[in-house]
């Protein structure tokens, strides 16, 4: 069966402070992958995704970019956080339509 | 971009009671998703409806793609059950798998 993790779990940075967030698919080949932020309150907004290896699409211009360096691993980060960075990080894959959301990494910028 | 919206947005219940949510969209689309997020923050997938009915145990969906809207029925509800519950749809075209949230009802079931 297929897996999602996500790590780490909990995170607090500095203003300021470069970020990586790491996301890994177990038990399925070339999925799609997602990004999603979820601010204080609810809903989700879509950040990334990727269809393949090095193939990114931005939704939302911003302080994050993404990386798809190996076929089942999606890397969020951050030269300089902001404030507003702060948020619940969700990871996503999906083998066509239907999405699977990884446990997701709090992070808070201080 | 297509619109989701949810209702109501909150809802508190006691135990045992039933509960309908409602998910209207703005569009046409190929994928509809209902997800409880627990407490703990984990999305866990309920539902993939774009259109007609299923049940899982206590929960049931429906979702009618020609009048834009799905519901999710929980019947018998339990503490359990309290949490978020959100809608997600994508409305396929250039929006490759990209999920539009609803603002989610929070759900709260008390003893």
């Known amino acids: 069966s297929q897996t999602i993790h996500q790590w780490p779990a909990t995170l607090v940075q500095p203003v300021g402070s470069p970020l990586s967030l790491e996301c890994t698919v177990e038990?399925?080949?070339?999925?799609?992958l997602y990004w999603y932020r979820q601010a204080a309150g609810r809903g989700l907004q879509l950040l990334f995704y990727?269809?393949?290896?090095?193939?990114i699409s931005s939704e939302v211009p911003q302080n994050l970019s993404a990386s798809r360096p190996q076929d089942r691993q999606f890397i969020l980060s951050s030269k300089k956080l902001l404030l507003s960075d702060s948020g619940f990080y969700l990871c996503a894959w999906s083998p066509a339509y239907e999405q699977y959301f990884g446990p997701g990494t709090r992070l808070t910028v201080t | 971009g297509i619109q989701v919206e949810q209702s109501p947005p909150d809802l508190i219940l006691q135990e045992g009671a039933n509960s309908t949510l409602r998910c209207n969209f703005s569009?046409?689309?190929?994928?509809l998703q209902w997800f409880h997020q627990n407490p703990w923050g984990q999305l866990i997938n309920l539902f993939y409806i774009p259109s007609g009915t299923k049940q899982n145990g206590r929960l049931s969906a429906t979702t009618v793609a020609t009048e834009r809207y799905s519901l999710l029925y929980i019947s018998s509800s339990q503490t359990t059950d309290s949490g978020v519950y959100f809608c997600a749809v994508n409305a396929g075209g250039t929006s490759y798998g990209k999920l539009t949230f609803g603002q989610g009802t929070i759900l709260t079931v008390h003893p």
């Open positions: 038990g399925t080949s070339n999925p799609n």
């Open positions: 569009d046409s689309v190929n994928n």
């Open positions: 990727s269809v393949g290896i090095g193939q």
